[in-house]
């Protein structure tokens, strides 16, 4: 079956081929922009038709359509993926989110504790960095103790240039003090995120009793990463767990 997994954030879209092992294939980032999403699909996937397409998004209904309308005329079946209060599968064991109402989970990061569960390494501290930053706590058993979300370094940077255009909205380098103002936004911005990451893993620990590894995800992490030596990058988080997902939903 030639299948693919498609990963529709607020900034960009990441697709892969769907191994036989059941496991994503190398991922691509394709245009995140409606009128370009169609082309670009065009572009990048494989001439073939796909026989099923596995959906996850928390992006604006307009670029979910856009997606799904550009997905429609070269797929056999669209599935698209929800948040659920537990996930069970064969070999895997059991997730189970804290959150009362699922749908207030993004499915993105459902996923997420869907893919870092699956590595059956202990707890971890699962880090988005995307439009926005996510943080959520899962122990090894599978139980979620919720997380925290806050505005990615990028967000701050742009909505302080929207209110300030003064400020500029890219550009500076992160120091612990800076003395020009392109620095003094990165460096602000950068170490805000950094901060709740560094306070929440000592939280993590103190609730755990011991230190979960820490996750970084996401086209922001990449920034962040110098400063959080003890993070492992772990790029196809989401796209992993959404493999998991297809393989229960296609059984049943």
């Known amino acids: 079956m030639n299948a693919w997994l498609f990963d529709l954030g607020n900034t960009r879209l990441k697709c892969a081929p769907l191994r036989a092992d059941g496991r994503p294939g190398a991922a691509l980032a394709l245009p995140h922009r409606e009128e ?15 026989d099923v397409a596995y959906l996850a998004s928390v992006a604006h209904p307009a670029q979910r359509m856009a997606v799904l309308q550009a997905l429609s005329a070269r797929c056999g079946r669209i599935s698209i993926a929800r948040t659920q209060t537990r996930f069970r599968a064969p070999g895997f064991g059991e997730v189970r989110i804290a959150y009362a109402e699922p749908r207030k989970f993004g499915v993105d990061r459902f996923l997420g504790l869907l893919g870092a569960h699956a590595q059956a390494r202990g707890a971890s501290l699962i880090c988005g960095v995307g439009t926005a930053l996510t943080i959520d706590l899962l122990d090894a058993d599978g139980s979620h103790h919720g997380g925290l979300i806050a505005p990615s370094p ?9 209110r300030a255009p003064q400020l500029p909205e890219h550009g500076g380098r992160a120091l612990d003090f800076a003395a020009d103002t392109e620095d003094a936004l990165a460096s602000g911005a950068d170490g805000a995120a950094i901060a709740l990451i560094e306070r929440s893993l000592a939280r993590a620990a103190q609730r755990l009793g011991a230190t979960p590894r820490l996750l970084l995800h996401g086209g922001g992490s990449d920034a962040l990463a110098a400063a959080l030596p003890m993070a492992q990058a772990a790029p196809s988080l ?6 998991i997902w297809a393989a229960v939903e296609t059984s049943s």
């Open 154 to 162: 990028t967000l701050m940077r742009e909505a302080l240039h929207a």
């Open 238 to 243: 989401v796209l992993e767990g959404l493999a």
């Open 36 to 50: 370009d999403i169609a082309a670009a699909l065009s572009e990048h996937l494989p001439r073939e038709r796909i």
